[in-house]
């Protein structure tokens, strides 16, 4: 019972995580954690769904969230991406454009880096 309910908090702590990086994108998408939760983060959802293999690889991804980095890891297999691979590039873009200060930056990867299963 205790190991259900600590992966139950990673996932809702991973999910507060993408809601803070990706939460004010105009261009929003779909994100499906690789226990299967789902999470619409963004304005104007997008018909697009990135789904993480492992937590492993949520973490690797997410302190640095750009374009690059999660196209680097599609192309490895470490995520999926469900929909059309123009629109998601277009979302992709935004990524970019995420603008956090030093101060969220921090205190977002040692969130990142203390999420645990």
């Not at 992966?7 to 954690?33: N, Q």
């Not at 302190?63 to 999660?70: I, S």
């Not at 995420?98 to 999420?115: F, Y």
Request: proline share 2%; glycine share 8%; with cysteine.
């Amino acid at each position: 019972m205790a190991a259900t309910i600590t992966a139950k908090g990673c996932t809702d702590r991973a999910a507060g995580i993408l809601r803070d990086i990706f939460g004010a994108m105009d261009d929003g998408l779909t994100f499906r954690l690789w226990d299967g939760t789902e999470l619409r983060v963004g304005r104007n959802i997008q018909p697009i769904i990135i789904a993480f293999s492992s937590l492993s690889v949520f973490k690797r991804l997410l302190f640095k969230p750009t374009a690059y980095n999660f196209g680097e890891a599609y192309i490895e297999s470490e995520i999926d991406l469900e929909g059309d691979l123009f629109d998601a590039m277009n979302v992709a873009n935004s990524f970019d454009e995420v603008n956090l200060s030093l101060w969220q930056r921090l205190r977002l990867g040692l969130r990142i880096w203390m999420l645990s299963e």
